[in-house]
């Protein structure tokens, strides 16, 4: 299954993705632009009127990671401003924050959903205006590249079952490790607070719970870490 949220490098894929009428909604394009083929992708997406942003070639090499930087990079999926229906009726995964209490923790969650390619993520939580902006700066701003919506987990949950996803849930109560596990279908993965986890009626809401193999003394991984574990495995499946 082909993720909703993907990034392409350089005009050919770009063109490519011109070609087959993909999504494309965000060009990130060197500020001065060198090569012809770049800048006739640059010409065909203002055309389409997709947005193009002039970028650093530090932040294209950043967020590229080739060496030398590509001097154009597109971003095919829902644009930050999706509604929530559209979004769900993907194919891919979105995440679920339930209860986090720290901004801190809540930026490096979402930002950790949104390298993994994620289509969105849910926020319940108690931070107000000045904790959500606080968050989505630790987040890199990643609310530039997906949807992040703030609203009850239950409601989430709700509308993503609504939508077709299967809802996994990641908990110290599961009984089965996320390679056991079916990740390439549409889902909605949900992590819970830094200090109680995921409420209960919120476990019982999900379909499945998965637990990470721990062996240490402290008594669960840091929250972006649990994100990365099963984010990992779910792009290992859909390679395979």
Not at 128 to 136: C, F, I, P, Q
Request: net charge negative; glycine share 8%.
């Amino acid at each position: 299954m082909k993720p909703i949220r993907r990034q392409l490098f350089g005009p050919e894929e770009i063109a490519h993705a011109l070609d087959r009428d993909e999504p494309l909604r965000l060009l990130l394009v060197a500020e001065d632009i060198a090569d012809p083929a770049t800048r006739a992708v640059v010409e065909r997406a203002l055309g389409r009127g997709i947005p193009v942003r002039p970028t650093s070639a530090r932040s294209l090499w950043r967020l590229g990671k080739a060496d030398p930087p590509a001097e154009v990079l597109g971003l095919i999926g829902p644009p930050p401003d999706a509604s929530r229906e559209s979004v769900l009726s993907g194919n891919g995964c979105a995440w679920l924050l339930a209860g986090l209490s720290y901004p801190g923790n809540t930026g490096f969650a979402i930002r950790a959903a949104e390298v993994s390619g994620a289509d969105a993520v849910f926020v319940d939580s108690a931070l107000l205006h000045e904790g959500r902006r606080e968050a989505l700066r630790a987040s890199m701003r990643a609310d530039r590249f997906l949807p992040v919506f703030w609203e009850p987990a239950l409601g989430a949950i709700t509308a993503a079952r609504a939508a077709g996803r299967r809802i996994l849930a990641i908990e110290d109560t599961g009984d089965r490790a996320p390679w056991e596990v079916d990740l390439r279908e549409s889902l909605l993965l949900v992590v819970g607070g830094e200090r109680d986890g995921i409420p209960i009626e919120i476990q019982d809401a999900c379909d499945t719970i998965l637990r990470i193999p721990m062996h240490g003394f402290i008594p669960s991984y840091n929250v972006q870490a649990a994100i990365s574990i099963v984010a990992g495995e779910r792009l290992r499946q859909l390679q395979d």
